[in-house]
């Protein structure tokens, strides 16, 4: 969501007491992207039992909707009757993404491999901001038709087309980058490779050899060949671990707390901030996939239990990033809460400055503002702890997570928040201030 022309201010007070208590894990946005086009691309019906009900991802229902696929949602159960990975079709010529990256990036690559579709992507302010080079590119390597603004901004028109396969280095290490040409493979002729520098969430590999589509992995070499058909079929969607890490962060902040996040994801791709917690002293209880844990691997969940202690730096390097990409803004937050004079260091996450905001800046001025001693770098932060954040006032930038860091900061800080657009978490997380309320009460 872009920030809201009369965004509302919401105030957080200082907590009174400890947090305790269980809170439901939010389904996984990731996953329920993928679900909305895997199953949209499947050729019977998919029944989806915890779809995530909030704006990006119901962005993805409206969007296989306008593509063919029939979508029948009752709550967070969706059924969906799928058009065949070949049969989209496209009336209206375009395609709302709204806030979503993922969608964006995902539907290119399907769109790019059907020959006679016509599509133009847009969405919202922050999503015609967000750099498009990067699939536009292996995709243009494979043949595909694309017009983008200035050659690289939504809205995109992808033209659909026969497309060949390719071998393809990602220069970034990114999740939807890799699906994106994934897709784009499986209606590819012949063989399609991506290599990753650095391993990053591996949903779509999981979901789509789950699925029956030809794909294999070797070390960082992941092969797709090209197929007729695929069939998700029926998916329960684990809990996000980047939702779960609010609840956690906030436990971890707030003196005396004792939080349990029942039915985390425990895919190893997506706990790299429980590692990174853990680091800097975090106690939490509960078990994660050890790393390198195939792709052919059913996704599980946990609960985790997390409970208050002192907190020290850390340091993030790039081979980890991405294992942690969306909760690096969290670190900043915990980092701040360290024991005064400890040091927590991000370095190799240039790509934190292309997120629904520039969350370098971010974390840096708007903690700053509360506070926080950030020493911002062209590819992370430096963070001095001093125990503690004063308070005063948080603008989200329209940025879902940076909205849900406002009111953690609140909670913990000596004087409370105002979070500025606090609407914004309904990206992700609809009812994050509600979970946080129970918590606070018992
Ligand atoms: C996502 C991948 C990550 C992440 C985003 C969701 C995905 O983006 O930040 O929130 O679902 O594949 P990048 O692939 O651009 O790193």
Redesign the pocket.
Known sequence: MSASANPTTTRIDPATGPLSGHVLCPPD??IS??CALFGAMSQGRTVIERYLVAQDTLSTLAAVESLGARVQRDGDRVVIDGVGLRGLTAPGGIVDVGNA??LL?LLAGWIAGVPGLVVTLDGDASIRTRPMGRVIDPLRLMDAQIDATNDRFAPVTVTGGTLRGIEYTLP????????CVLIAGMLAEGETTVVEPVA??D??ERMLAAAGAPLTRDGDRITIRTTDAIELGDTRVPGDP?SAAFPIAAALIVPGSTVHVDEVSTNWTRAGFVHIARRMGAQIEGPVEAPGTPHTTPEVTTTLSVTHGPLRGTTVEADEV?LA??ELPLVALLGCFAEPGEITTVTGAQ?LRV?ETDRIAAVAEELGALGGKITPTDDGFIVEGTGGLIGGTLHSRGDHRMAMIGALAGLASAKGVDVVDMEAADVSYPTFLDDLAALRSR
Do not use: M, Y
């Open positions: 946005k990731s992207h993928r990256g993922t990036r970034v290490a990114s999740a939807q980058v890799k699906s990053s969430r949903h779509t980047s991405p990409i969306d790509e997120k």
